[in-house]
């Protein structure tokens, strides 16, 4: 057996778990890995010899354990689901009390609440981390969302501070230059305790919902350039290089400027226009809508971006749909400059809200759970290494440190005054994208949810009135205290009205 001079272990070496070792190394830090298939661990540590703190390969689970300094530390980055209770099942029996299993996985948060209960009795330690940045980010720096033992936790924080992306502390801004070897030094690290049991997922599920809203947003406004004002993708490149300068700067906003200028190496093309129309998932944004659902919280665009997807799948049905059903027939007549300009602004007015409910749904989630969530941190750890990284997100920050207790983004001062300066142009851009036969669910969306936020009086209750009609559902009255319920005995269907 091994020596046990490893800081921390890490099994399962895919793309992401050898980024995420390496980055770990950088650090200073020995790591000790393992994978099922020896053949890739042995490889991965020949191809690694000079790590600043050093890998070593081991060929055995025991050989693993063995390896490690007490109490034990080891990151689990495979497969979701049944893999990850595979892993653990065959950890267990090798460990002692005290050991710390961390679950880097995008693990649903419910599995991690029930995995760290098991542990624990057993008398084991469990984190689940959210680990978002994709390979890059597992590489140099990683946005890290640890959420279980408390105490646990304390004992893993220098790591996860240390491998975590950096922003700098005036601006907010993600701090770049890593090269292997040699990390960011210096910066906030995008690392912080999340909360007990699964928060840590939770929390990293909403912020996957919410990239799928990002995602779904600027293929929107691509598709509004594209349709309204005929722009070539490398049109619509310049145009995203731009939007990068104010304040839609972000990660997924840089990476589509430059997506949209690259050419097909095969035919000379650009290239989106031969990749397939078809979108696929992993099913955290399914999460995330599936739990908004069972909260009541309203969180419709990530929904969309959710069903975007989905009808995105049946391309057949929507090539043979193309030629049977009808459509405007219509022409754009402006400036073209304007509505360039309208579409920005409506993408940053529909990214607000989508961003109002992915928080709204974790400050109902800390009620049902009993977590305490530290809204500002939250945002404060997605300025960097993760997917959706964003200046935007600096605002949020200072939304909740203005207010920690905030019910919505939208009522937050600079939120309110921002769409009210831009909210005309969304409105013209919803329009635009309706008459002109451009979807745009996302947009359509946060526009309605916005419009519903800000209604005294929704038509809830006619529908209230209907449900008591047919189902004897009962309502409340406006002229009695809310939770006092009614019913009234309706006539047949057509007969005469009741009478007061």
């Known amino acids: ?59 055995t ?28 099942d065959s950890l267990v029996p090798l460990l002692e009390e005290g050991d710390i299993v961390i679950d880097g996985g995008n693990a649903l948060w419910t599995d991690t609440i029930r995995r760290e209960r098991a542990l624990a009795a057993k008398g084991l330690r469990f984190i689940g981390s959210g680990v978002s940045g994709g390979e890059e980010g597992a590489r140099f720096g990683p946005s890290l969302m640890p959420g279980g033992d408390i105490a646990a936790y304390r004992e893993v924080e220098p790591i996860w501070t240390a491998i975590a992306a950096k922003v700098d502390a005036t601006t907010g801004k993600p701090l770049t230059g890593a090269t292997p070897g040699n990390p960011v030094v210096g910066g906030v690290p995008c690392a912080t305790y999340i909360g007990p049991d699964g928060a840590g997922h939770y929390v990293k599920m909403v912020h996957n919902g919410i990239e799928y809203g990002d995602m779904q947003m600027i293929c929107e406004a691509y598709a509004l350039l594209r349709g309204v004002l005929g722009y070539t993708p490398e049109q619509c490149g310049e145009v995203f290089t731009e939007w990068n300068r104010g304040e839609l700067d972000s990660f997924l906003i840089e990476i589509t400027a430059d997506i949209l200028k690259q050419k097909d190496p095969a035919t000379g093309v650009p290239f989106v226009e031969i990749v397939l129309d078809t979108a696929g998932q992993k099913g955290t944004g399914k999460w995330t809508s599936v739990n908004a659902l069972d909260m009541g919280v309203p969180a419709p665009t990530v929904a969309e971006a959710v069903f975007a997807r989905y009808i995105s799948a049946i391309k057949e049905e929507r090539v043979a749909a193309s030629s049977v059903l009808p459509g405007p027939v219509g022409s754009f007549s402006g400036d073209p400059a304007d509505f360039v300009a309208a579409v920005r602004d409506a993408l940053y007015c529909s990214k607000i809200c989508s961003y109002a409910q992915g928080f709204q749904l974790m400050r109902t989630a800390q009620v049902e759970y009993k977590w305490t969530l530290n809204f500002g941190e939250i945002a404060k750890i997605w300025r960097g290494g993760c997917i959706i990284r964003a200046r935007f997100l600096q605002k949020i920050t200072e939304a909740y440190q203005r207010d920690g207790s905030l019910a919505n983004l939208l009522l937050d001062p600079f939120f309110k005054s921002e769409i009210g300066r831009t909210q005309e142009n969304w409105r013209r851009v919803v329009a635009t994208a309706a008459t002109q036969g451009i979807a745009a669910p996302t947009f359509y969306s946060a526009l309605a949810y916005y419009d519903s936020y800000r209604s ?45």
């Open 456 to 500: 005294p009086r929704l038509p809830a209750n006619l529908l209230q009135a209907q449900r008591d009609f047919f189902g004897a559902h009962t309502y409340e009255r406006v002229d009695q205290p809310r939770g006092q319920f009614f019913h009234l005995d309706w006539p047949e269907p057509g007969r005469p009205q009741i009478k007061a």
């Open 61 to 88: 689970l025991p050989e693993f354990v063995a390896s490690l300094k007490r109490p034990r530390k080891m990151i689990i980055l495979v497969k979701a689901g049944a893999s990850t209770d595979a892993v653990i």
């Open 1 to 59: 057996m091994p020596t046990a001079n490893s800081d921390i272990g890490l099994i399962g070496l895919a793309v992401m778990g050898q980024n995420l070792a390496l980055n770990i190394a950088d650090h200073g830090f020995r790591i000790s890995v393992f994978n099922r298939t020896t053949q890739t661990m042995e490889k991965f540590v020949a191809a690694n010899p000079d790590t600043p703190g050093g890998l070593t390969g081991t060929k």
